[in-house]
């Protein structure tokens, strides 16, 4: 079993930046692969970012050279580091880990990007 809580959430300016973090706990030992999920109102979740154990790193083209995956395995955290967001990143915000002992999501977190 693993939990995945994310935080970092909220309302931010056009132009504007937030960190989103990811904690897991539980059967970490068996993660290989963490990612970044995003779900708009009325439309599909779709894969934002995601790190795998050797440390490469994915992004979607929408994000790419503004959003930045890492991770802190001391603090068994997951991080997405967002700037120069656009309205268009409006989204629930969910992480994903996958390995061994199998898939877990996340509950989500809310990312506003308004005026």
């Known amino acids: 079993q693993v939990q995945l809580v994310e935080s970092g959430g909220g309302l931010v300016q056009p132009g504007g930046s937030l960190r989103l973090s990811c904690a897991a706990s539980?059967?970490?030992?068996?993660?290989?692969?963490m990612g970044w999920y995003r779900q708009a109102p009325g439309k599909q979740r779709e894969s934002v970012a995601h790190?795998?154990?050797?440390?490469?790193?994915t992004y979607a083209d929408a994000v790419k050279g503004r959003f930045t995956i890492s991770r802190d395995n001391s603090k068994n955290t997951v991080y997405l580091r967002m700037t120069s967001m656009k309205p268009e990143d409006t989204a629930v915000y969910y992480c994903?880990?996958?390995?061994?002992?199998?898939?877990?999501w996340g509950q989500g977190t809310q990312v506003t990007v308004s005026s």
């Open positions: 994903r880990s996958f390995g061994a002992a199998g898939e877990y």
């Open positions: 539980g059967s970490i030992f068996s993660i290989n692969f």
């Open positions: 790190i795998i154990s050797g440390g490469r790193t």
